[in-house]
């Protein structure tokens, strides 16, 4: 059974951090782009980052650029999102994607998402 397990959400103070995690069952996760997309209480969901099956390139919306970085462990067959200096705006259900390519995982095989709740 092809399935993506996020996990790692929670509540953070504004400028903590916090790293997601989304784990592969039934495919090698290598074998494909991952992306990362939220959606907040009342808004669309919005991409968020990226990292490429072919050649390892990650994407980011402008919003996390510098804060937030993807990765992968293929050992594990799990993607990470590394979410530092988190604002308010940040909060949101997370989840992952996977296709062939970054163009693509909105169509893809999805998780069932990962609370992330940024208050003091």
């Known amino acids: 059974q092809v399935q993506l397990v996020e996990s790692g959400g929670g509540l953070v103070q504004p400028g903590g951090s916090l790293r997601l995690s989304c784990a592969a069952s039934?495919?090698?996760?290598?074998?494909?782009?991952i992306g990362w997309f939220r959606q907040a209480p009342g808004k669309e969901r919005e991409g968020v980052s990226c990292?490429?099956?072919?050649?390892?390139?990650?994407h980011y919306v402008d919003s996390v650029k510098g804060r937030f970085t993807i990765s992968r462990d293929n050992a594990k067959n799990t993607v990470y999102l590394q979410m530092n200096s988190l604002k308010p705006e940040d909060t949101a259900v997370y989840y992952c994607?996977?296709?062939?390519?970054?163009?693509?995982?909105?169509?893809?095989?999805w998780g069932q998402g990962t609370l992330v709740t940024v208050s003091s």
């Open positions: 994607a996977a296709a062939r390519t970054c163009t693509a995982v909105a169509g893809g095989v």
């Open positions: 039934g495919f090698t996760l290598d074998d494909y782009s």
């Open positions: 990292i490429s099956a072919s050649d390892g390139s990650t």
